[in-house]
């Protein structure tokens, strides 16, 4: 598989060339994993999978579409009545999509995907706090994982809501690395928190540093990865 990811900024104002446009990662040009900017349409995917209806994830939330793609979202949403709900793994010619959802808001649903394709198999948790443990056999033996930096710090920014006691929010890097190395070797992180934006260089190094016996790396916007 080829994978292209085409926007790296999370959903803050701060900017920065490389790092400007919002979440989607093209694989092998025909699936597309979120539509954060209406200019990643004119890849022209087949499929478009998104992870949550949060504005920087599905710009249709935000301005009018158009697309042949079959769209798949989480639930359903009255801004694009033709999305289909997905909830179990389908099949698109060589690949095969596993939905796996995902702790990360309470007003949304979210689910991160895995695609494989001849054997390769790689997870975008998107947005995330954690993974629960029922969906946990999912993601054995990834070739790699793309997850998200919103913030640095350890415990991130997660929050609790009073009434139900489900958390919400997001985990910080290091949290998100210390569970994935359970189940990769390779981690690229995107989706860049107000943070990664005072010191680009400086931060690009404080999250390979992270990487203690698995290959870790930031993503820029247009970057291509090869899993073969
Ligand atoms: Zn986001
Ligand atoms: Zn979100």
Do not use: C
Request: no cysteine; net charge positive; charged share 25%.
């Amino acid at each position: 598989m080829r994978l292209k990811i085409l926007g790296t900024r999370g959903n803050v104002p701060p900017s920065a060339p490389h790092y400007a446009r919002h979440s989607g990662i093209l694989v092998d040009g025909r699936i597309l994993l979120d539509l954060g900017e209406p200019a990643y349409l004119r890849y022209r995917p087949r499929h478009i999978f998104i992870t949550h209806l949060h504005r920087d994830h599905a710009a249709f939330l935000r301005t009018e579409v158009r697309t042949d793609a079959e769209i798949y979202v989480p639930e359903h949403t009255s801004r694009l009545p033709v999305a289909r709900v997905i909830s179990r793994p389908l099949r698109s010619g060589p690949y095969r999509i596993v939905p796996v959802p995902t702790v990360h808001s309470l007003k949304v649903r979210s689910t991160g995907y895995i695609i494989e394709r001849g054997g390769r198999r790689v997870f975008y948790s998107s947005d995330l706090v954690a993974v629960e443990p029922r969906y946990h056999r999912r993601l054995r033996r990834l070739d790699l994982v793309i997850t998200e930096g919103s913030y640095m710090r350890k415990g991130g920014l997660v929050r609790t809501d009073p009434a139900s006691g489900r958390p919400f929010g997001h985990a910080g890097i290091p949290d998100l690395v210390e569970f994935f190395v359970g189940f990769t070797s390779r981690i690229v992180v995107t989706h860049f928190g107000s943070w990664f934006y005072k010191d680009v260089a400086a931060s690009i190094k404080r999250i390979e540093r992270l990487g203690d016996g698995v290959r870790i790396s930031a993503a820029r916007d247009g970057l291509v990865i090869p899993v073969e």
